[in-house]
């Protein structure tokens, strides 16, 4: 129930519906109710932003900052995939992958971009565009494109915090422990510069300042 008692003041790191937050008068007028909501985690990433967007207004009438979850769009946006120009096989992929791939990220990257066919076609248009990329600019600043992706959420207005997941398994490569959180910390030692980011946004199909102008 939102009716908390009065010595709760704050609550944070929910996932409220954008059209409940628009509407400050009705039964979700979480202030009326004398508590304050201080986040709200929405699913944002270089393959779908717009919902982050749609958010930002509702949030930044309330005083409140948005947590940007999903930022590596469940590990399709590492370099895990780079050099994976085919759709790989669906069998190997996580849970969170498969979301990504088949209910959530890719399916509106392709429709955002009017890429048609099968699923194959999609991730090849992703892989040959946005992934690519992401490769491009990890190479140039000699970081990771998970580190890409992750730096480009820094990008964003009323941001509070973003929400990655993290892994610690084998690497591929020559079977040495890797551990994922040691590796992003290279995202706080570099700066994507404006050719960099307009490059990102390009890859997503998406106007930033028309995202902003449609939702403010």
Not at 18 to 40: G, M, Q, R, T, V
Not at 130 to 150: C, E, N, P, R, Y
Not at 198 to 207: E, P
């Amino acid at each position: 129930s939102l009716y908390l008692p009065p010595e709760v003041w704050y609550n944070g790191e929910m996932k409220i519906d954008i059209n409940k937050l628009k509407y400050k008068y009705s039964w979700f007028d979480a202030e009326a109710c004398n508590f304050h909501i201080d986040s709200n985690q929405v699913s944002c990433n270089l393959l779908d932003p717009e919902e982050y967007f749609e958010c930002v207004q509702a949030c930044s009438d309330i005083g409140s900052k948005l947590l940007c979850a999903s930022p590596l769009a469940g590990g399709l946006l590492t370099d895990k995939y780079l050099q994976c120009e085919r759709l790989p096989d669906l069998s190997l992929l996580s849970a969170a992958e498969l979301r990504h791939v088949h209910e959530t990220s890719l399916s509106v990257w392709a429709k955002r971009n009017g890429v048609d066919g099968g699923l194959g076609s999609v991730w090849s248009s992703f892989h040959g565009s946005l992934l690519q990329t992401i490769g491009d600019i990890a190479f140039k600043h000699q970081v990771s494109a998970a580190s890409v992706a992750l730096r480009w959420s820094f990008h964003l207005d009323s941001l509070g915090s973003v929400v990655a997941g993290v892994q610690c398994g084998i690497d591929d490569e020559d079977d040495r422990p890797f551990s994922r959180p040691r590796e992003l910390r290279k995202l706080f030692a570099f700066v994507l510069d404006e050719e960099d980011m307009q490059r990102l946004w390009d890859g997503t199909g998406c106007d930033p300042e028309a995202l902003n102008s449609r939702n403010g």
